[in-house]
């Protein structure tokens, strides 16, 4: 029978470690860099020794993927709460989930940092890819009567138009969040609604571009 301290099993206690290092480690690689952060700063800032961290994982980029992939789940549970009271047409699910995953990484500029920065520190991140890319593809699924490859490649185009735009605003304070999910929403309906629409917006006069600039 499990020892039990303090009113939890060795297992309880072990789960509560576990949690309280990835929330760590969230703050700290959003703020430091993961390259810039050893696994002796996560402890420290944990208040765990060594030894219970290599109980918990073999290495720091395991707790790298533990943290993005609660990201991924936090960004797929928006995406999905703004999906069941959107217009069920294609279109529109797809905009409501751009847009819910657009807010969802610009109310934390953590959140940006850990999805489309720190993210790439990830071995095989071929096997992780786009994080838009992920969310679309867990939140889509079964909603779009498309055939495959025209849902794989809109899902690659608007994941290239988020994340520039994201990186503008990640960088410039006088880019709004708002301007950004403004101009994705632009370019997702360009994207998603025919290839005879998107060869237009390369012929767009300039005072018919997107609301970029406010």
């Known amino acids: 029978m499990a020892r ?15 949690e309280r290092l990835i929330a760590v ?3 700290v ?27 918990l994982f073999h290495a720091k980029e395991e707790v790298l993927a533990a943290v993005v992939s609660r990201c991924v789940d936090d960004a797929v549970t ?5 999906l069941e009271t959107a217009d069920q047409e294609a279109y529109a699910q797809v905009e409501a989930a751009v847009a819910a995953y657009v807010e969802y990484v ?17 071995r095989g991140r071929e096997a992780w890819g786009d994080p838009l890319v992920m969310v679309l ?10 055939p495959e ?11 290239g138009v988020t ?4 990186g503008e605003w990640h960088r410039d304070d006088g880019v709004s969040a708002n301007q950004v999910r403004e101009t994705v929403l632009w370019l997702c309906s360009a994207i998603a609604s025919s290839a005879e629409l998107i060869s237009e917006v390369g012929r767009l006069e300039p005072s018919e571009g997107p609301p970029f600039a406010g």
């Open 137 to 146: 593809a867990r939140t889509l699924k079964g909603r779009l009567d498309w």
């Open 163 to 166: 994340a520039a735009l994201l």
């Open 29 to 55: 690689f959003s703020e430091r860099g993961f390259a810039n952060t050893g696994i002796d700063v996560l402890c420290w800032r944990a208040e765990m020794s060594l030894r219970v961290f290599y109980r």
């Open 149 to 159: 490859i025209e849902v794989r490649l809109m899902a690659a185009a608007l994941a």
């Open 78 to 82: 928006a995406v999905m709460r703004r």
């Open 4 to 18: 039990v301290y303090g009113g939890k099993s060795a297992d309880q206690r072990e789960r509560e470690r576990r």
């Open 106 to 122: 610009t109310s934390n500029r953590r959140i940006y940092r850990l999805l489309h920065e720190e993210m790439h520190h990830l």
């Open 25 to 27: 480690a969230s703050r």
